[in-house]
């Protein structure tokens, strides 16, 4: 009799322990996603000025357009870690039609993270060789564009096993 009360019991517990598992599993499988945040995206002139007294260069060629600053930060916050040959298309940080990079550089990543970026007219590609989960970039870029209106960056990449990439917010990446 007793060992079929504990018989009873390891079913019992077996069968509560399934869907338990299961819903680890996808809730697992669910975290298949790139995260960014844009911390800032300012315009660094008023139109007024550009109109009238001020002339803006860029490595001595004089510049028309709206200029902004941002400063944009990466996270892997999937539940594993992405290797370079998981990547197809690698993130990319797009403009609008007609605007441009004018210049692009790290300002902070994880200690151990090998990132390189790309630029090209309206995109920064940035290209890691191994990017563990949690692991971060922040790049700090100024742009070009030819309307006064503000223009938000979008995010793009194909990678094996990531289905989108999300805005994250302050609270989650600790800033106050």
């Not at 660094?44 to 060629?61: A, M, Q």
Request: glycine share 4%; proline share 3%; charged share 25%.
């Amino acid at each position: 009799m007793n060992s079929d009360l504990l018989n009873y019991v390891g079913l019992t517990l077996t069968m509560l322990g399934f869907p338990f598992a299961y819903l680890l599993y996808h809730r697992q499988k669910k975290n298949r996603r790139l995260s960014y945040y844009v911390h800032q995206n300012v315009a660094l002139f008023r139109s007024g000025l550009l109109e009238h007294d001020f002339e803006l260069r860029y490595k001595n060629t004089p510049i028309r357009e709206f200029v902004r600053s941002t400063r944009i930060t990466v996270v892997n916050s999937s539940s594993f870690d992405i290797s370079a040959s998981d990547t197809e298309t690698p993130i990319t940080i797009c403009l609008e039609a007609g605007s441009r990079w004018l210049n692009v550089a790290t300002v902070h990543k994880s200690e151990s993270l090998d990132v390189d970026f790309e630029v090209q007219n309206e995109a920064i590609q940035l290209d890691f060789g191994l990017i563990k989960k949690m692991e971060f970039v922040t790049i700090e870029g100024i742009f070009a564009h030819p309307e006064k209106s503000a223009t938000t960056p979008r995010f793009s990449c194909r990678i094996k096993n990531i289905d989108r990439m999300d805005s994250l917010n302050e609270y989650w990446l600790g800033i106050e």
